[in-house]
């Protein structure tokens, strides 16, 4: 694991598993990461709970993000490339019960899929 921290896309995967390996407690152990590579995990982690139909666990999957609100998480998530990103986006818009962050979703989505950051 130590030998992938200085790769980009495998380096947040590693921080944790080091950490936890070494006993950190995993709530903690995110705080190692920088806000990019926490709000990729973010995306990676909703894209498996999307893979597996869960919809109740997707919408709650919102209360771990890191920045504290559903449009900065948003805005965020539109900016980290992560190639699923469109995907979590809609499938979080068809869940969610409150129209107007769905709306939202729905929009980010569409700005992704378009080029339009």
């Given amino acids: ?5 200085d790769e980009a896309v495998l380096r947040p995967y590693a ?5 936890e390996s070494e006993g950190a ?3 903690t152990a995110t705080s190692l990461l920088t806000r990019e590579e926490a709000t990729w995990l973010w995306v990676d ?3 498996a709970v999307v893979d597996h139909g869960e ?16 449009r900065g998480l948003l805005q965020e ?5 992560h190639p699923r990103t469109v995907q979590v986006l809609v499938a979080l ?3 969610h019960p409150d129209p107007a962050l769905a709306k939202a979703m729905r929009r980010a989505a569409f700005q992704v899929h378009t080029g339009e950051l």
């Fill in 1 to 5: 694991m130590r030998a992938v921290l």
């Fill in 15 to 19: 921080v944790l598993w080091l950490a």
């Fill in 25 to 27: 407690d995993p709530d």
């Fill in 45 to 47: 982690t909703a894209a």
């Fill in 55 to 70: 919809d109740h666990l997707l919408v709650s999957h919102l209360e771990t993000a890191v920045q504290g609100s559903v």
């Fill in 77 to 81: 998530v539109r900016d980290v490339g």
């Fill in 93 to 95: 818009a068809a869940a």
